[in-house]
């Protein structure tokens, strides 16, 4: 059974930042999209790819912004995107880009596919959105491409252009008013996203990074790869209702919307797999409570808003039923444990 696609909010941060100083109803486009403001607190948060890529179309139809996707992809450098796009920025040249993107996409997105196609004397760099293969999502699959073109001119210049693309999009007179694609041989509407580069490209070394150390720390890429998007139906479900606590109880409406699916379809594949929802999300709390309970500076009742309680007895009943102690007799009994006290 196939993992839920996720994707991790620093790319929407993009969107929501631009939408903001335009001053378009941003919160609002987020509520419709089942998305919170709250969860974009963290960069590093995994969300939900579908709900993602329409909030991005909602908010360019109801704003009237035919270009969203290619303006805001054009506005983003590969260090913008958290700490997946740090790791790309400290690529030593185009070659060592390619194919660390092609290695690691996983760990920023379990949505999209990224590929190196050899060819004579060039290479084609192709891209698929397989998440939003039943959406429309043009103003998306812009995004992704001007990310893709702005990664490759960190060795090629900002002037760089290819001279050839293709792009899963439709044209439309807004489109190409941008000029981006003027001199470049553009095929529209073709299953990915692909960029042409010549072979002799390759061995470029890329820009240092304005403002990024020239190393990042080993807990840096530990954290990404632990934190990666689950390539497991289980897994990711699990991570689909982290993603979720901070609005609240993950509603089962919700993470079946992620999946494209109707709640009793949803139903379905839980029982296929043999999960029960109910439980995965008691799970998903009491292990996150587990956790930081064991953080003296967090206080019980921040703890019980993250985990989405909106009343921190709540929570105390929910943890008592779980340990048959108070959060706070836990986290007693644990600061007794690790200074040697009675067990």
Not at 249 to 261: E, F, N, T, V
Request: hydrophobic share 40%; charged share 20%; aromatic share 8%.
């Amino acid at each position: 059974m196939k993992a839920i696609p996720l994707v991790r909010a620093s790319a929407l941060l993009r969107f929501t930042d631009f939408l903001d100083q335009i001053g378009a109803p941003t919160e609002r486009w987020l509520e419709q999209s089942n998305l919170s403001g709250a969860l974009l607190i963290t960069p590093e948060r995994l969300l939900p790819t579908v709900q993602t890529a329409a909030f991005v179309e909602r908010a360019a139809r109801a704003d009237g912004l035919d270009t969203l996707g290619i303006v805001v992809g054009q506005q983003t450098q590969a260090w913008h995107l958290g700490e997946f796009g740090h790791l790309l920025s400290r690529s030593l040249t185009l070659y060592d880009l390619l194919t660390t993107l092609e290695r690691t996409i996983n760990l920023m997105h379990s949505g999209e596919r990224f590929r190196i196609i050899e060819q004579v004397d060039a290479v084609w760099l192709q891209t698929h959105l397989y998440a939003l293969d039943r959406c429309e999502s043009p103003h998306t699959q812009c995004f992704s491409l001007m990310v893709y073109l702005n990664a490759l001119r960190l060795a090629l210049g900002p002037q760089w252009k290819p001279s050839e693309l293709h792009l899963a999009a439709k044209p439309n007179p807004a489109l190409l008013a941008t000029g981006v694609f003027e001199g470049i041989q553009v095929r529209w509407g073709t299953p990915h996203n692909a960029i042409k580069i010549p072979k002799a490209l390759l061995s470029f070394p890329l820009r240092p990074a304005p403002g990024l150390p020239s190393s990042q720390p080993q807990a840096s890429y530990d954290d990404l790869y632990q934190s990666a998007p689950a390539e497991d139906f289980g897994l990711s479900l699990k991570q689909l209702i982290e993603s979720f606590l901070p609005q609240g109880h993950p509603d089962i409406a919700k993470a079946a919307q992620a999946l494209g699916l109707g709640v009793r379809s949803f139903q379905r594949r839980l029982t296929e797999a043999d999960l029960s929802y109910s439980h995965l999300v008691e799970q998903v709390r009491f292990n996150l409570a587990i956790s930081w309970l064991q953080d003296p500076s967090l206080k019980v009742a921040d703890i019980a808003a993250e985990l989405g309680y909106n009343d921190p007895a709540n929570f105390t009943r929910a943890f008592k039923r779980w340990t048959g102690v108070s959060p706070l007799r836990f986290r007693q009994q644990q600061q007794q444990q690790a200074g040697g006290g009675e067990r």
